[in-house]
T-cell receptor, first 117, second 111 residues
Framework: GAVVSQHPSWVICKSGTSVKIECRSL??????MFWYRQFPKQSLMLMAT?????????EQGVEKDKFLINHASLTLSTLTVTSAHPEDSSFYIC?????????????FGPGTRLTVL | KQEVTQIPAALSVPEGENLVLNCSFT??????LQWFRQDPGKGLTSLLL?????REQTSGRLNASLDKSSGRSTLYIAASQPGDSATYLC??????????FGTGTSLTVIP
């Protein structure tokens, strides 16, 4: 089946530093990749949608200069949290999809737990 | 904006019981609805995908129904097992290609 990996699975960093999270589709080429964040006991909130080779589309309220998304290939997207602060601590989940939302499912990565001290 | 609500927020049942999880959405202009399972600290696993033209989908002990006109879906789990303990999320795709998750139901099946 379709597998999506994320690296790292968890990361602890100091306030003010930048953190990069990778999302890879291991056995398929993804048309689109999505980035979500999830706070404790809450549902997933979509942050941005990215297609290979084009700029990401950010949801309202998500700072594109703070959360940099690079979709370098059909199997890799990266999310960089720049100048991280404690309020950025969260669970970040990516998903990858072949085709379109109207007919196809997203395959989710296992998530990355970010803790900013 | 689409709002997706799940009731109850938490549910605890003894092993072997059949149970129903509910999902409601405010905008019926959807392409499809999905049910996912999330284990603590983990990603999501897709359980069932129902297209807007379908009424239900079944996979093993799981059955999901969709009533698009009333904005409702149910996930029926038969003969629950402790391994079913997880958070269950429904999600809808609007015809504008926007994807919305529900608030989630945390299920605990007691051995």
């Amino acid at each position: 089946g379709a597998v999506v990996s994320q690296h790292p699975s968890w990361v602890i960093c100091k306030s003010g530093t930048s953190v990069k999270i990778e999302c890879r589709s291991l056995d398929f080429q993804a048309t689109t990749m999505f980035w979500y964040r999830q706070f404790p006991k809450q549902s997933l909130m979509l942050m941005a949608t990215s297609n290979e080779g084009s700029k990401a589309t950010y949801e309202q309220g998500v700072e594109k200069d703070k959360f940099l998304i690079n979709h370098a290939s059909l199997t890799l997207s990266t999310l960089t949290v720049t100048s991280a602060h404690p309020e950025d601590s969260s669970f970040y989940i990516c998903s990858a999809m072949v085709g379109s939302l109207s007919t196809d499912t997203q395959y989710f990565g296992p998530g990355t737990r970010l803790t900013v001290l | 904006k689409q709002e997706v609500t799940q009731i109850p927020a938490a549910l605890s049942v003894p092993e072997g019981e059949n149970l129903v999880l509910n999902c409601s959405f405010t905008d019926s202009a959807i392409y499809n609805l999905q049910w996912f399972r999330q284990d603590p600290g983990k990603g999501l696993t897709s359980l069932l995908l129902i297209q807007s033209s379908q009424r239900e989908q079944t996979s093993g002990r799981l059955n999901a129904s969709l009533d698009k006109s009333s904005g409702r879906s149910t996930l029926y789990i038969a003969a629950s097992q402790p391994g079913d303990s997880a958070t269950y999320l429904c999600a809808v795709t609007n015809t504008g290609n926007q994807f919305y998750f529900g608030t989630g139901t945390s299920l605990t099946v007691i051995p």
